[in-house]
């Protein structure tokens, strides 16, 4: 079945530091992928997505591309911010309309 | 606009307690969601509507109820929870349920169970 896996944290990184937290996944069909980031006590909020393989993703400075020869959609930033701290998922799009999660992984940026 | 908004924000509640949590939006999607979130884990699919009806339960036990009463809006209405109930209760929409589209999510109700 369809499935994502991402690497488990946490992850601590110094302020400005490049950031690469990997996210691979297992699906049948063309799905779309997705990342949502989770600050301390909020909901997820969508930071970007890819629907079709090679499309690259961009949101706030963070970027993803969609490769479907590796099966992987791996989230990257060149330069965090303290204001970047939090839980971030990797999810892809199931065949029900479903959203099938990764397990998350913690970001800590110090300043 | 790509906003859900949910209400309460926290919530208290009793074993005996009936209690609603509200989700709405006015983006026009035709599809809704409800998500249990524990502490640490990522988001686990409740229930799905679909143009106001019922189209996935994920096998969630009957003291939680789920409502559609119009393309905007989405209640669960809790009756009689265990303390292993306890969470963040996540609503989402999408433009339709299908294939590759885009879930967006609302900050979600923290319930406490005692």
């Known amino acids: 079945g369809n499935s994502v896996t991402q690497m488990e944290g946490p992850v601590t990184l110094s302020e400005e530091a490049f950031l690469t937290i990997n996210c691979t996944y297992t699906a049948t069909g063309y799905p779309s992928l997705f990342w949502y980031v989770q600050y301390p006590g909020e909901g997820l909020q969508l930071l970007l997505k890819?629907?079709?393989?090679?499309d690259k993703g961009s949101n706030k400075g963070f970027e993803a591309t969609y490769r479907k020869e590796t099966t992987s959609f791996h989230l990257e930033k060149g330069s965090v911010q303290v204001s970047d701290s939090a839980v971030y998922f990797c999810a892809l799009s199931g065949s029900q309309g479903n959203l099938i999660f990764g397990k998350g992984t913690k970001l800590s940026v110090k300043p | 606009d790509t906003e859900v908004t949910q209400t309460p924000k926290h919530l208290v509640m009793g074993m005996t307690n009936k209690k609603s949590l509200k989700c709405e939006q006015h983006m026009g999607h035709r599809a809704m969601y409800w998500y249990k979130q524990k502490a640490k884990k990522p988001p686990e699919l409740m229930f799905v509507y679909s143009y106001e009806k019922l189209s996935i339960n994920e096998s969630v036990p009957s003291r939680f109820s789920p409502e559609c009463p119009n393309s905007s809006l989405l209640n669960l209405h809790l009756h009689a929870l265990q303390p292993e109930d306890s969470a963040l209760y996540l609503c989402?929409?999408?433009?339709?349920?299908?294939?590759?589209?885009?879930?967006?999510f609302g900050p979600g109700t923290r319930l406490l169970v005692l």
């Open positions: 890819a629907t079709k393989a090679d």
């Open positions: 989402a929409s999408s433009q339709e349920r299908k294939y590759q589209e885009t879930q967006y």
